[in-house]
């Protein structure tokens, strides 16, 4: 594919940069002590999760049950499907626990109880807990009930109570190690105490799985009782996760590049063939208040990657298949209809959701999981 | 499929509801005189593209090349691509001129110099005008340029020039009969006055392709000049053209079933298996200013499609696989997990694109085309 020459907007990935972005996390989860389960939903390739083996990584978690199939089926073993089990999905969780080493996330005391009726294959199970993200997970403090379905699941033996996993989502509302530190601590006490209710109440020795990108990249370690992290956006990053400060607007590693099809130079505007079907309706703020639903830069030759951020331009508005670039005059006034420009994307997992493959540069395409 | 117990989720579509869209907006059309193009982005479903011949439907628009050649694969003809022609596609948009009756899209000199440098069969050419949406498209009150565009297209005798297209984006910020109908007006003012200097000019006769879901839905008839009219969402609406004023909620035709996987009272919320992988980060605001990027229905049974809006519950946040759907207390305490609610769309084009088929009630899964 000729970059520079676009039929159509295409993902694209730096593996200089991804793999360096992987480097940096495992290295930080070797010297704490925690395994590393990286989220594969971010990029949804199992060309992409080969990258992760060099560094010993032997697990993943997933978003869902049909994406655990695909990485199963591409030589994953040891899987988590990160999302409170679907009750309609239990028969084929049980019949992926055949094939793979299969984990998943309870929340809720009926959930647990139609687990533990209807596994028959060795499953790995983990209580999900809500430290202040207020999306799934059963509230921290709630003790009782958090007891309550951890002897639910052990009724029925073949499900293994690994322990507690927790996603800190609200550091995304967060700016900064500070503020994404206070999280940390305040959800670490939370989880201590409640694992020190579990222990005493004849669960001991449970471990704690732990997510989220901000918190993972702005932490320097991951102290006790952290067995495990599981970031996934950190490899690719986006502008969500650099206003967040969680990575440099440089070490994004993922872009869509698109051809022009048409300059505004009246409204200091060039619009690209790419649009929400290509780049996601996820928005930041830019500093005077309007949505931005990409920063643009320039390919550089060769599969090179891109350069920096070009200043002030940015997607301002998305339509289905076609976004509107507006910058400075004089970046309008080079632009010609046919160059391609690149798009950093607002949130890196849902841009790539939206391909049906990835192209690696210097590499080629690869191929990946398809809702 | 048993809707009632989902194992994920699925963009479902009432056929009732759909057809009789399609009846009234083909019956207008009709009293009007003009030919019926629908955009058929909007589904991007060869299948649902075959409800449109009952009405004598031999034309449509899509938004890509390669949806172009899915449609042309199912049996169309007659297909205009109505985005700006990409310049490293013109050797693509030649050979499929060969196969089926093509249209394209161009707004500037530079592409209709190399379609006139470039093409070898027959294809039929629209200029793309701007009224003020100010996407692509020549400004209207560009004449010169508009006509120098012509000339350049008629250079090669295989391209058919068919007249100028229009597409009124700017209804979408506007509210009601009213406002759309201002607009409607201004465009037809200065669409007149462009062919009037087109046909003094030397190109007499030429036609008016006009577009938009609002304008198409609120305004009664379409006079001269327009000759076809292209609206696409029609057929499934959404909450955005409700929110204009171009349906009422009970006509939007699709929607997304997703399973509930979890149940937090406290909080007044439950929580979907399904995201904006599914559903798609598109967002109204709702009245008191928050963002809504769905209102929730129950499903009606035996595939009798789904009950009106629920009162005050919405879709208030989406992470990449689930959902928050907030409601009052009544409504939360009648859910639980396992059951199917119905989420419908804020933007029915971008919600369908995500999916890799849709579900017809009644009938059963059709096939579509993916990016």
């Known amino acids: 594919m000729d970059l520079q020459r676009l039929e159509k907007p295409v993902f694209i990935v730096d593996p200089r940069k991804a793999r360096r972005n992987l480097e940096i996390m495992a290295a930080k989860a070797a010297s ?32 869902s049950l049909d994406m655990a199939c695909y990485f199963q089926a ?89 322990g507690l996993l927790v996603h800190d989502g609200h550091t995304y509302g967060a700016a900064g190690r500070e503020e994404v530190g206070a999280i940390f601590e305040r959800t670490l006490g939370g989880l201590r105490a409640a694992l020190e209710h579990l ?25 006790a009782p952290i067995s495990e992290i599981r970031p996934g956006n950190f490899i690719f990053y986006d502008l969500t996760q650099a206003g967040i400060g969680a990575c440099r607007t440089e070490d994004i590693a993922a872009a869509v590049a698109c051809p022009v099809i048409s300059v505004q130079p009246e409204r200091n ?6 649009g929400a079907v290509h780049i996601s309706k996820e928005f930041v703020l830019a500093e005077h208040g309007a949505a931005c639903f990409g920063r643009v830069a320039r390919l550089r030759p060769d599969h090179a990657g891109w350069t920096d951020a070009l200043p002030g331009v940015a997607v301002v508005s998305l339509s289905q298949e076609q976004g509107i670039v507006r910058g400075p005059k ?14 950093l994307p607002v949130h890196a997992c849902l841009t790539a959701n939206l391909h049906g493959g990835l192209f690696v540069l210097g590499q080629g395409p690869v191929s990946k999981f398809r809702l």
């Open 330 to 343: 004089e970046f309008v006034d080079a632009v010609r209809i046919g160059d391609t420009l690149v798009v």
């Open 74 to 162: 591409a030589g994953w073993i040891d899987i988590l499907i990160a999302v409170p089990v679907n009750l309609h999905q239990i028969t084929a969780i049980d019949a992926l626990a055949g094939s793979c080493s299969l984990q998943v996330l309870v929340e809720s005391e009926t959930a647990a109880a139609r687990l533990a009726a209807d596994i028959s294959r060795p499953l790995g199970v983990w209580i999900e807990v809500d430290t202040g993200y207020h999306r799934t997970g059963l509230p921290i403090e709630h003790r009782d009930r958090i007891e309550a379905v951890a002897r639910l699941l052990v009724r029925n033996p073949r499900l293994r109570l690994n």
């Open 199 to 223: 222990a005493a109440r004849g669960f001991p020795g449970l471990r704690l799985s732990f997510g989220d990108t901000p918190s993972c990249s702005l932490m320097d370690s991951f102290p």
């Open 32 to 63: 704490s002590g925690v395994a590393f389960r990286p989220h594969a939903k971010t990029h949804q390739s199992a060309a992409v999760a080969e990258w992760y083996r060099p560094f010993g990584i032997d697990r993943i978690a997933v978003s």
């Open 269 to 274: 505007e060039t619009i690209l063939y790419g």
